[in-house]
């Protein structure tokens, strides 16, 4: 199966002030599969996929993608190289109106601003759910 495999990441690690978020953590995505990570706040599941869409830089570790090493610095390079991830929470502002708050798409487009490369199904699917 290694002539499927796209992705691998050996030993991802990463440290916040205070905090070790992954401690020589490896995955790797082989072609055909979905992968769902789960697990408790706190537990390295978003660190891990912002190291691999280029949001953040490891500390230890290596990755490779079609068994080239690779070290993403922002999210453009890695939607360059075919890599992006679709945050789970978005940012909100309070709404002047009221009744609480709203979805902030202005905002959502900073965080995206790769939108208009993205394939269309993709880009449907992120204005259907109100992304952006």
Known sequence: MAENLLLEAKGITKQFPGV???DNVDFDLHAGEVHVL????????????????????RDGGSMKLSAENVRFHTPQEALQAGISIIYQVLKQRRSRRPGGRQ??????????????????HIRHCLQFYKVC
Request: a neutral charge.
């Open 20 to 22: 070790l978020a992954l």
């Open 38 to 57: 789960i697990g408790e706040n706190g537990a390295g599941k978003s660190t891990l996929m912002k190291i691999i869409a280029g949001a953040y830089q």
């Open 103 to 120: 979805d902030y798409p202005a905002q959502n487009e900073r965080m995206l601003p790769w939108l208009p490369g993205l394939p269309h």
